[in-house]
């Protein structure tokens, strides 16, 4: 066996092993922030289930129909901030678990990125006679492949960025609405 061969195999199996790393790391996450999303969800139901049950004996309490309106109309407010709150952790959790993912695929990219460069480095210390132009394409391509990583991982972070900035906006906006349609139930 020829020593590059030699060094595209040991490279081979160290990237292979690199993957499963990195699927293994992006896995744990995964389960994280579903974890993360259940206890949130059995937290709301059980929250939610008494806070209806109260709020079912008040309205069977109301002495007539205009107390029961009222009762129905304060109760929207607080309703609607737990649904805000709600989509508020729901996003926060969506967003560590996105900047873990990030912070895994870069440290792997970095990684493999370096031992390619490596590896053709030293694969070019034995390249036979006029094969330079070969190995300057290769460095290039990889060039332009980290050029090309940079930038999508550049534009990922300004939309995710984008992204949480809009639903707070809108977190915002309902919330203002929500108080402005329940004032005047209340007088």
Known sequence: MYPY???ISAATKTNLESQLALISTLTAKTFEGVEKVIDLNLNVAKTSLEESATAVQQLFAAKDAQEFFALTAA???PT???ALAYVRHLASIAS???AEY???AEAQFVETNRKVISLIEELSKNAPAGSEAA???VKSAIGNASA???QLSKTTKQAVEA????INSATTQISQATAKATRPAKK
């Open 96 to 98: 560590i678990v996105q």
């Open 163 to 166: 992204l949480e900035a809009n």
């Open 5 to 7: 061969q030699e060094q």
């Open 135 to 137: 190995v300057a394409l």
């Open 75 to 77: 109760q929207t407010q």
């Open 148 to 150: 090309g990583y940079e």
């Open 102 to 104: 990030t912070k895994a």
């Open 80 to 82: 609607a901030e737990k």
